[in-house]
């Protein structure tokens, strides 16, 4: 049985939880699903310009487990990119 999961600190909270390519209906799209904690480490380390070090203190996890988050945040985002898709950010 794995270990339970460490709460972590998040503060932001958008305002907007689809991103689509223009053009084609939703129902026709593939979605990649963004979580909040993926989503948190993007705001905080590419958008405040926080380093991963400080960015994980933040969101008090380990800085290794913040550049997972981050490296996975960065794959989604790319595959929704590249390939048509429609990102859905999940809720907290």
Do not use: W
Not at 15 to 30: A, C, H, S, T
Not at 58 to 82: G, N, V, W
């Amino acid at each position: 049985m794995p270990r339970p999961r460490i709460p972590r600190c998040l503060r932001f909270n958008p305002d907007v939880y689809y991103f689509k390519p223009q053009g084609i209906p939703l129902r026709f799209l593939r979605e990649v699903v963004l979580l909040p904690d993926e989503l948190e480490a993007v705001k905080l380390h590419d958008v405040d310009g926080l380093e991963q070090t400080s960015a994980a203190v933040e969101m008090k996890i380990s800085q290794p487990t913040f550049a997972r988050l981050l490296d996975s945040a960065y794959k989604k985002i790319a595959e929704a990119i590249i390939k048509g898709k429609a990102i859905r950010i999940e809720k907290p």
